[in-house]
């Protein structure tokens, strides 16, 4: 065996944020991802919590094509753990490109990886060590998740605002609302990106694709502060828990 194929003796983990959409539910300005939460963007918060985790090593940040350079210079500008390295790429058209652009990015010695939304900056560090633990002990792929709250229904869809058919309800203790950081085998999530990004049909998640294979994808606690900034009562929500977290913990 030489050097070059002996698998790495220390599994290394680096967080990939896709950070190149727009955003537009949250109304018009700044890309979602360079939004101001507390006076700091959401990228910023997003890249500290990954961060956070002592297993991260790495963190890659996929920026907006026009806004590389000033991803970089917000890096830059604000303190982030200096024990883990951190990459600007500019990201393409659609999510599923993005991610594999920064795949692309990794160094040789990265054998896990975790997929994070921008958009989910608050989650804990707690989850994110959790979602990484179940990878190094074998996973495939993992998911942390949360139960639903609320009954769900299938519907037949319909033009928007018509009443729409309820087809079926599934049974909500099987059900689970998906968030992230999302963990992969790196090999895994490679071959996903591979194979599935070809067919056009794209995923929701990566955890989708993976799944696409025949892999399984297994899934562990969520954290209800990881929840998605995706409308302005959202940001509301998200001011809220920081605030809360200031007062309790002094962040």
Not at 26 to 36: Q, S, V
Not at 118 to 135: G, H, K, N, W
Not at 214 to 225: A, D, F, I, K, Y
């Amino acid at each position: 065996m030489t050097d070059e194929s002996r698998p790495p003796s220390t599994p290394r983990t680096a967080a990939v944020i896709p950070a190149a959409g727009r955003g537009v539910r949250l109304g018009p300005g700044a890309p979602k991802a360079l939004r101001a939460l507390s006076g700091t963007p959401m990228l910023i918060h997003a890249v500290r919590a990954m961060a956070n985790s002592r297993a991260v090593s790495l963190v890659v940040v996929v920026a907006p094509k026009d806004s590389a350079v000033e991803v970089k210079n917000l890096l830059a500008e604000h303190a982030l753990p200096e024990r883990t390295d951190f990459v600007v790429v500019p990201g393409g058209e659609t999510r599923q490109e993005s991610v594999r652009l920064g795949l692309a990015a990794l160094p040789a010695d990265i054998t896990a990886v975790l997929v994070h939304d921008a958009a989910r900056p608050l989650v804990p560090v707690d989850t994110v060590d959790s979602v990484i633990e179940a990878v190094r002990d074998g996973a495939p792929a993992v998911v942390p998740a949360m139960p639903l709250a609320d009954t769900v229904k299938e519907v037949e869809p319909g033009e928007k605002g018509a009443p729409e058919p309820v087809v079926a309800t599934p049974e909500r203790a099987r059900l689970r609302a998906v968030q992230t950081p999302q963990g992969f085998d790196r090999a895994t999530l490679v071959r996903a990106h591979e194979t599935i990004a070809a067919s056009g049909e794209g995923a929701t998640d990566c955890a989708g694709m993976v799944e696409r294979l025949g892999v399984q994808v297994v899934v562990v606690p969520g954290h209800e502060e990881a929840f998605k900034v995706t409308r302005p009562l959202d940001l509301v929500l998200a001011e809220a828990v920081l605030a809360r977290r200031r007062a309790h913990d002094g962040f």
